[in-house]
T-cell receptor, first 111, second 112 residues
Framework: DAAVTQKPRYLIKMKGQEAEMKCIPEKGHTAVFWYQQKQSKELKFLIYFQNQQPLDQIDMVKERFSAVCPSSSLCSLGIRTCEAEDSALYLC?????????FGAGTRLSVL | GEQVEQRPPHLSVREGDSAVITCTYTDPNSYYFFWYKQEPGASLQLLMKVFSSTEINEGQGFTVLLNKKDKRLSLNLTAAHPGDSAAYFCAVSPYGNEKITFGAGTKLTIKP
C-alpha cells in the first residue's frame, strides 16, 4: 500500500480558533484530494490538486478554508475560524493513474 | 456529473454467510472502479481496482462484478467472517481523469 502521511492525528480547537492539518503525499503522486467524513459516514469532497494546483473545490472551502500544496511533498488544509460543524475526520489522499490512497486522517474536534 | 448510488446503507449477516453490496453509476464513460474498506476508527484501504474491460475480479474471500450494460458494480463477500465488519465504499472514475466519485458507503456487520 502507498504511504500517505497526515499530521496531527487528533486536533482539538475551540470555536473561532484556527486549525491546520498537514498531508505528505506518496512520492511521485501528482493528485491530492481532501475529504471530510462525519461519524464514519459518506465522504464529502473538499478540494482536489493536480501537480500542486487546485483544480476543483466546493464553495465551503473557498469561503472558510485555506488549502495549499506548496511542494509536491507537502499539502495543508486550514480552517480560518472553526465552527462546531467542522468536527469531523479529514482524509487526505494522493494518487496517480486514477487510483487514490488514503492517509490515516486528522480527527478534528471543535468545542 | 457522475452520480453513484450505493445500497444498502447497512447490512448485517451471520458469520459464514454471503453479503452483497451494489453500486449503480450514471456516466457511461466510467472506466475505473474501486472498492475501499474502512474498519472502525481507521482510514480507507483499497480493496480492489477494476478496469472497464474486466467483468469479474476475484480477491481473497470476495468477488467484484461489473455489469457495464446496467452500469452496476457489486462486491460479493463469500463466507463472511468477523474481520469483514467494516464500512465499504465504491468509487468510480472516468478514463483519463483523476476525479473520483464515491458511493455513500455500506456499514457491514458480521454476527457470530
Amino acid at each position: 500500500d502507498a504511504a500517505v502521511t497526515q499530521k496531527p492525528r487528533y486536533l482539538i480547537k475551540m470555536k473561532g480558533q484556527e486549525a491546520e492539518m498537514k498531508c505528505i503525499p506518496e512520492k511521485g503522486h501528482t493528485a491530492v484530494f481532501w475529504y471530510q467524513q462525519k461519524q464514519s459516514k459518506e465522504l464529502k469532497f473538499l478540494i482536489y490538486f493536480q501537480n500542486q494546483q487546485p483544480l476543483d473545490q466546493i464553495d465551503m472551502v473557498k469561503e472558510r478554508f485555506s488549502a495549499v500544496c506548496p511542494s509536491s511533498s507537502l499539502c495543508s488544509l486550514g480552517i480560518r475560524t472553526c465552527e462546531a460543524e467542522d468536527s469531523a475526520l479529514y482524509l487526505c489522499s494522493s494518487g496517480q493513474q486514477n487510483t487514490l490512497y488514503f492517509g490515516a486522517g486528522t480527527r478534528l474536534s471543535v468545542l | 456529473g457522475e452520480q453513484v448510488e450505493q445500497r444498502p446503507p447497512h447490512l448485517s449477516v451471520r458469520e459464514g454467510d454471503s453479503a452483497v453490496i451494489t453500486c449503480t453509476y450514471t456516466d457511461p464513460n466510467s472506466y475505473y472502479f474501486f472498492w475501499y474498506k474502512q474498519e472502525p476508527g481507521a482510514s480507507l484501504q483499497l480493496l480492489m481496482k477494476v478496469f472497464s474491460s474486466t467483468e469479474i475480479n476475484e480477491g481473497q474471500g470476495f468477488t467484484v462484478l461489473l455489469n457495464k450494460k446496467d452500469k452496476r458494480l457489486s462486491l460479493n463477500l463469500t463466507a463472511a467472517h468477523p474481520g469483514d465488519s467494516a464500512a465499504y465504499f465504491c468509487a468510480v472514475s472516468p478514463y483519463g481523469n483523476e476525479k473520483i466519485t464515491f458511493g455513500a458507503g455500506t456499514k457491514l456487520t458480521i454476527k457470530p
